[in-house]
C-alpha cells in the first residue's frame, strides 16, 4: 500500500533535519536526547520538503518526479545520519521494558490509534469538510497544474499551507490514505511531546498520563485520521514549549534558536499560532529582563539588561518570522494582504470588500454561547470565566444546547466528538491545595493554556482552534493525576475514576467509528459504493467528471469539491470577487461571461445556494437575482434522488 511510504518520507526528513538539529547544538552542552532529537529532527525536515515543494510549485514543477528529485536531495543532506538513526532506533527498542501497566497502557493507546488510522483509510467525506473544500481540494489543483497558482475566488487559498505541502506528496501518489498519514503522525509527535515534557522534570509517569489523556480525546482521534492541519500546529506548539522550558532552565541560546524554528514552523501552518508565538516570545523577554538567561546578567541593574534582553528577543523574534514567512509573502504577493482575508481593515485586499470582511467576522463569531444572550453585544469577559465549564461539560454527549444556538456551538463537527471532559475541569483547581513546588513547565504550560483561552474567546470560539493548547492542557493534567496518585490522596482516585470513565467512552466511540468504517478499510465495500451512501455530492462531481468536454464548472452552495477533476471554481462572490455580477447587465451577460471563462457548467446545492428570488421585504443581491434569472433559462439534470444537487448546462 502507498501509505507505507510515509516510513521512508519520514526516514529521510528525520535525517536531514538531524544535520540542523546537530548544528544548532554543536556548541552546546545541554543536547536534546535520542528521542527529542528524533522528533525535532523530523519536525525540521518535513519543514524543509514542505518548503522545497513550494519552490517546485511556484517554478512550475509541481509534479512527482521533481518532488522524488528533492527527497533524494534532503537524503543526501542527511545521509551522516542515517546510520545514526539506525543505531538510536536498535537501541530505543531494546530498552524498552514491558510492565502489566505499560502492557494496558499500550493497549489503549493501540485502540485509538487504529480508531486515527482507520480514518486515514477511508476515502474524505463530508465530516471532513475543510479537506473537502481546500485542505486536500486546493493541493489537488495545483498538481493538476503543476504549479501553484493564484485562486481568487477561495480566500482560504491564501492560507499558510505547509502540511498541504506533504499532503500534496501523497495526492500526486493518487494516495489520499499516504496524505492523511502525515496528520497522524503529527498527533503521535503531540502524545509524544507531552511525554518528553514531564519525563524533563523527572515525572515520565505525569507525562504517560498525559499522553493517554491527550489521545483519548474524542476531537483529537478523530482529526488525526483526516486532512485538517490542527493537530500539526499542536505537535510544532508543544516540541516549541518544550524547547522554551530547556531554553530558560538551561539558559542555552540553542534551545532558544530551536524554539524560533519550530515557532516558525508553526506559523506557516496555521495564522493563529501567532498567537503562540507572541506569548513565548513575552515569556522569554520576561526571564530574559530578570536576567535568567545569561547568568552574567543576574546581578547587573535592570536599565543594564535591558538592551542585551531586547537584542535577544528581537533575534529569535526576527529567527521565528524568517521561517513562518514564505507563505505570507505569496499571500502578500498575490492578494495585497500577508494574513488575507483577515485584518481587512488594516491590509486591505484584491477581491474582497467591507461587506465580505464583516460577514467574515459575523461567521466568526457565531461560535461559542455568548452570543447567545438577548444582548447585541455579548459578555465576552463571562464567556472567559465560565469557558473552562462550557468546554467540559457543555459539550458532553446529552446536554441541550440553549434555544437559537447551533448544536454545537463550538464547532462544525459532530458535538459527540467535541468534549474535552470533565478530568480537566476537575484538575483546574488541585494545583491550590499542592503544598510542594509545582514543576515550572507545569506551571507555564497552565499559564500559557489559559491566555490563550482567553484570546480564543476574544477571536472566535471555535474549538478546534484551541487544539494547539490541547497538548499543554495535557502536560498539565498529566501531572496533577500523578501527583494526586504519588500522595495517595483520595482525589486522585477519584481523578482515576474521572479518567477511566473519560477513557471507557472515548473507547465506545471510536468502537462505533472503527465498526462503520470497517466495510470500506477491509475492502468488503469499495470506495465508490463508501461514497456515494455517504456523500451526497460524490455522485454530483462524477456525472461532471464523465462529460465529454473540459469545460468547467462553476459551484454555487458546494465548495466540498475535492472530489471534481474538471476546472472549477466557487462563484458566490461572498468567497472572492472574481465574477463581476455589477457591471453585467443581465443574466445573458453573465452566462456570455461564464463561457468566456470556459465554463460549461453550474452545479447548485440547493440548501446552500439562492434558487429563488429573494423573501418579499428583503433587499435582493444582485448576483443571486442575476443567478437565478440565468438558472431559469438552463437545461438541468438532477444528480441525487432529493433533488439537492442540480447540475446545469450553459
Not at 146 to 152: E, K, S, T, V, Y
Not at 258 to 268: C, D, E, F
Not at 361 to 384: T, W
Given at each position: 500500500m502507498t501509505i507505507f511510504l510515509l516510513i521512508p518520507i519520514l526516514w529521510i526528513a528525520a535525517a536531514s533535519g538531524a544535520q540542523a538539529t546537530k548544528l544548532i547544538f554543536r556548541k552546546s552542552e545541554s543536547k536534546p536526547d535520542s528521542l527529542e532529537c528524533f522528533v525535532y529532527s523530523a519536525l525540521i525536515g518535513f519543514g524543509a520538503l514542505a518548503y522545497g515543494n513550494l519552490a517546485l510549485g511556484l517554478l512550475g514543477q509541481f509534479k512527482i518526479e521533481a518532488v522524488a528529485v528533492w527527497l533524494v536531495v534532503l537524503a543526501v543532506i542527511g545521509a551522516k545520519q542515517h546510520v545514526r538513526i539506525a543505531k538510536a532506533l536498535?537501541?530505543?527498542?531494546?530498552?524498552?521494558?514491558?510492565?502489566?501497566?505499560?502492557?494496558?497502557?499500550?493497549?489503549?493507546?493501540?485502540?485509538?490509534?487504529?480508531?486515527?488510522?482507520?480514518?486515514?483509510?477511508?476515502?474524505?467525506?463530508?465530516?471532513?469538510?475543510?479537506?473537502?473544500?481546500?485542505?486536500?481540494?486546493?493541493?489537488?489543483?495545483?498538481?493538476?497544474?503543476?504549479?501553484?497558482?493564484?485562486?481568487?475566488?477561495?480566500?482560504?487559498?491564501?492560507?499558510?499551507?505547509?502540511?498541504?505541502?506533504?499532503?500534496?506528496?501523497?495526492?500526486?501518489?493518487?494516495?489520499?490514505?499516504?496524505?492523511?498519514?502525515?496528520?497522524?503522525?503529527?498527533?503521535?509527535?503531540?502524545?509524544?511531546?507531552?511525554?518528553?515534557?514531564?519525563?524533563?522534570?523527572?515525572?515520565?509517569?505525569?507525562?504517560?498520563?498525559?499522553?493517554?489523556?491527550?489521545?483519548?480525546?474524542?476531537?483529537?482521534?478523530?482529526?488525526?485520521?483526516?486532512?485538517?492541519?490542527?493537530?500539526?500546529?499542536?505537535?510544532?506548539?508543544?516540541?516549541?514549549?518544550?524547547?522554551?522550558?530547556?531554553?530558560?532552565?538551561?539558559?542555552?541560546?540553542?534551545?532558544?534558536?530551536?524554539?524560533?524554528?519550530?515557532?516558525?514552523?508553526?506559523?506557516?501552518?496555521?495564522?493563529?499560532?501567532?498567537?503562540?508565538?507572541?506569548?513565548?516570545?513575552?515569556?522569554?523577554?520576561?526571564?530574559?529582563?530578570?536576567?535568567?538567561?545569561?547568568?552574567?546578567?543576574?546581578?547587573?541593574?535592570?536599565?543594564?539588561?535591558?538592551?542585551?534582553?531586547?537584542?535577544?528577543?528581537?533575534?529569535?523574534?526576527?529567527?521565528?518570522?524568517?521561517?513562518?514567512?514564505?507563505?505570507?509573502?505569496?499571500?502578500?504577493?498575490?492578494?495585497?494582504?500577508?494574513?488575507?482575508?483577515?485584518?481587512?481593515?488594516?491590509?486591505?485586499?484584491?477581491?474582497?470588500?467591507?461587506?465580505?470582511?464583516?460577514?467574515?467576522?459575523?461567521?466568526?463569531?457565531?461560535?461559542?454561547?455568548?452570543?447567545?444572550?438577548?444582548?447585541?453585544?455579548?459578555?465576552?469577559?463571562?464567556?472567559?470565566?465560565?469557558?473552562?465549564?462550557?468546554?467540559?461539560?457543555?459539550?458532553?454527549?446529552?446536554?441541550?444546547?440553549?434555544?437559537?444556538?447551533?448544536?454545537?456551538?463550538?464547532?462544525?463537527?459532530?458535538?459527540?466528538?467535541?468534549?474535552?471532559?470533565?478530568?480537566?475541569?476537575?484538575?483546574?483547581?488541585?494545583?491550590?491545595?499542592?503544598?510542594?513546588?509545582?514543576?515550572?513547565?507545569?506551571?507555564?504550560?497552565?499559564?500559557?493554556?489559559?491566555?490563550?483561552?482567553f484570546f480564543w474567546v476574544f477571536a472566535t470560539e471555535q474549538e478546534r482552534y484551541l487544539t494547539s493548547i490541547y497538548p499543554l492542557l495535557c502536560v498539565s493534567a498529566g501531572y496533577v493525576l500523578f501527583r494526586l496518585l504519588e500522595e495517595k490522596r483520595i482525589s486522585g482516585y477519584a481523578a482515576v475514576a474521572l479518567l477511566s470513565l473519560s477513557v471507557l467512552q472515548s473507547l465506545f466511540f471510536a468502537r462505533v467509528a472503527i465498526a462503520q468504517w470497517m466495510p470500506v478499510v477491509s475492502g468488503a465495500e469499495t470506495e465508490r459504493e463508501f461514497l456515494l451512501q455517504n456523500f451526497d455530492a460524490y455522485a454530483a462531481f462524477q456525472i461532471v467528471n464523465q462529460k465529454p468536454d473540459n469545460g468547467g464548472v462553476v459551484l454555487y452552495g458546494e465548495p466540498r469539491a475535492f472530489y471534481c477533476d474538471k476546472p472549477y471554481m466557487w462563484g458566490e462572490p461572498t468567497h472572492g470577487k472574481v465574477i463581476p455580477y455589477d457591471s453585467l447587465p443581465d443574466a445573458q451577460a453573465l452566462r456570455r461571461y461564464l463561457l468566456s471563462k470556459g465554463y460549461r457548467y453550474i452545479l447548485v446545492n440547493r440548501i446552500g445556494a439562492p434558487l429563488q428570488p429573494a423573501p418579499q421585504g428583503q433587499t435582493p443581491q444582485k448576483w443571486s437575482e442575476k443567478l437565478f434569472a440565468l438558472l431559469q433559462t438552463l437545461p438541468y439534470e438532477q444528480c441525487d434522488s432529493h433533488g439537492v444537487l442540480i447540475l446545469y448546462s450553459l
Open positions: 536498535v537501541s530505543a527498542v531494546k530498552s524498552v521494558k514491558f510492565s502489566p501497566f505499560s502492557i494496558s497502557f499500550i493497549a489503549i493507546l493501540a485502540v485509538f490509534f487504529l480508531a486515527s488510522l482507520f480514518g486515514v483509510l477511508i476515502p474524505p467525506y463530508p465530516l471532513e469538510y475543510d479537506s473537502l473544500s481546500y485542505h486536500l481540494a486546493d493541493p489537488k489543483i495545483y498538481i493538476l497544474n503543476h504549479r501553484i497558482i493564484a485562486l481568487p475566488w477561495e480566500s482560504h487559498s491564501n492560507f499558510a499551507f505547509t502540511m498541504e505541502m506533504l499532503y500534496s506528496i501523497g495526492l500526486m501518489l493518487h494516495s489520499f490514505a499516504l496524505a492523511k498519514s502525515f496528520h497522524l503522525t503529527m498527533a503521535v509527535f503531540s502524545a509524544i511531546g507531552i511525554y518528553c515534557v514531564c519525563r524533563r522534570f523527572g515525572a515520565p509517569k505525569a507525562g504517560a498520563y498525559g499522553a493517554l489523556i491527550f489521545v483519548s480525546m474524542p476531537l483529537v482521534w478523530w482529526l488525526a485520521g483526516t486532512g485538517y492541519v490542527d493537530l500539526a500546529a499542536a505537535a510544532y506548539g508543544i516540541w516549541s514549549f518544550h524547547a522554551l522550558v530547556l531554553a530558560i532552565e538551561k539558559r542555552s541560546r540553542s534551545w532558544m534558536f530551536l524554539l524560533a524554528v519550530t515557532l516558525g514552523l508553526m506559523i506557516s501552518i496555521k495564522a493563529l499560532s501567532v498567537v503562540t508565538a507572541f506569548l513565548s516570545l513575552a515569556v522569554l523577554l520576561f526571564y530574559a529582563l530578570r536576567g535568567e538567561l545569561d547568568e552574567r546578567l543576574k546581578s547587573i541593574p535592570f536599565r543594564d539588561k535591558l538592551v542585551p534582553a531586547l537584542k535577544t528577543i528581537l533575534l529569535v523574534g526576527a529567527l521565528t518570522a524568517l521561517v513562518g514567512c514564505p507563505w505570507y509573502v505569496k499571500s502578500w504577493v498575490n492578494t495585497g494582504n500577508p494574513v488575507y482575508p483577515f485584518a481587512y481593515g488594516v491590509f486591505g485586499g484584491r477581491g474582497w470588500d467591507l461587506n465580505n470582511a464583516a460577514q467574515y467576522a459575523k461567521d466568526q463569531a457565531s461560535f461559542g454561547v455568548g452570543h447567545l444572550s438577548e444582548s447585541s453585544h455579548p459578555n465576552k469577559l463571562g464567556d472567559f470565566v465560565l469557558s473552562p465549564w462550557n468546554l467540559t461539560l457543555f459539550t458532553m454527549p446529552g446536554h441541550v444546547a440553549p434555544p437559537n444556538s447551533k448544536d454545537n456551538p463550538f464547532n462544525d463537527t459532530p458535538l459527540v466528538l467535541m468534549a474535552l471532559g470533565p478530568l480537566f475541569l476537575a484538575v483546574l483547581f488541585a494545583f491550590a491545595f499542592f503544598k510542594s513546588p509545582v514543576p515550572f513547565a507545569v506551571r507555564l504550560s497552565l499559564g500559557l493554556s489559559i491566555v490563550t483561552l
